[in-house]
DNA sequence: GTGGTCTAGACCACA
DNA sequence: GTGGTCTAGACCACC
């Protein structure tokens, strides 16, 4: 499990944690019951505070992403194959991704091409660490 | 142009407004030249302040999407027409879109069913104010 | 005579103005005594409002640049031969010419390419219009 | 770090603050990754409100001088070493010089001297900050 | 009538 | 302890 930060961007590195464990999920990296690294390993590594590992953690507990256990440390209690998502997130979901596809139409990528650069990042998910 | 904004959402208010114009622009409710209200106005349609909405309308201003003069008002200063994004944006872009689809299927949600979603909200954009 | 002022910029109209007066006189265009164009002949052919005319020709008449009256309407009365600028605008001016100066620096331009371009530009002033 | 803001001027406080910063940074007092002052201990400072820095840094962060982060605050990300400044810019550059030096000109100020007090500026630049 | 600037003060997010 | 967000209200600049 290799994690990486960007120190220096704008994007609170909690949030860089966790969306960096939601890709390696997503892609098969981590899979049901894989151990996350420590946090203050973690922390140790990028020279960053442990509170702000355990920040991103939480986050990821509160997903449901996650489980949280004094003894075991983090590991994945869910990924692609538990089943399908709630209303809720789904919900919640479609209406990040329209925002985000209608930035990329908005500055004017056409929606082919939109279409096909999601294609192509679904691809590298369901690729990795499948045989199917 | 009728834009939505959620008081109680933990989205920044200025970030929803910006979310609501760049959806508008995508969909065609917005075109090149179109004038965005007056800030003062939807504040007090809002019932916000209108500093939260200068701040939404300088940061379309910042990304280029619309223009705004002293006696014009905010107007918007370009589509999906104008040509292919910048090799900046598609990088930023593709990265949080990366993060967006993992985080759809990590929660279960199928890959198929993620990519069909995409085209439905692209549909929704490419249909609306044309001719064609 | 020829101004040209760019409607879509975010320099005020009046600035634009009162900035292509200046150069016109510098390169020699214009000389002690010439007219500039009546305001609402200007205004018309801008489709800006007269007053905005009004106001850069108002500028330059407060620089001793221009010579406003109700006859003869607005003409050039100081050039560069007229003599040297007083100390006030002399501090004024460099104070403005070290922000100038540093703001190319600063974004990496070599000092030497940034003497080289303030040449230049003088050059294209001191050409035109003159015998010597 | 010593900078100064004139209250009375009609430049706005945080275009003066934004053109102390560009000048250290040229004259080599602000080397890239040295902090500025936090926004509120300096608004405390010059008794001014803290949104006045807090715009006079965003300004910059847009220019590219300056990198804003929360726990760090702001620092300079860019000085006269990281290459030359792109097209977009150097044509806006050189319009503003254009009329600045027109200026000199206009009033009456030798070709000659205007060039020498450039270069007298620039040597400032170049010669603070530096080992040789 | 439009946006721009500045002030004052509150509460929150990040590390 | 740092910046970020939001509110409230004043006065100014441009057209």
Known sequence: MILTVDITSDVPIYQQLRDRVVEAIADGRLAVGDSLPATRALAADFGINFHTVNKAYDVLRQQGLVR??????????????????????????????????????ANGMPAAEVQERCRALLDGFVDKGRTS
């Open 68 to 105: 949280v256990q004094r003894k075991t440390g983090a590991t994945v209690s869910k990924d692609q194959s538990t089943g399908p998502p709630d209303a809720a997130f789904t919900e919640d979901w479609t209406a990040r991704a329209r925002t985000l596809l209608a930035e990329a139409v």
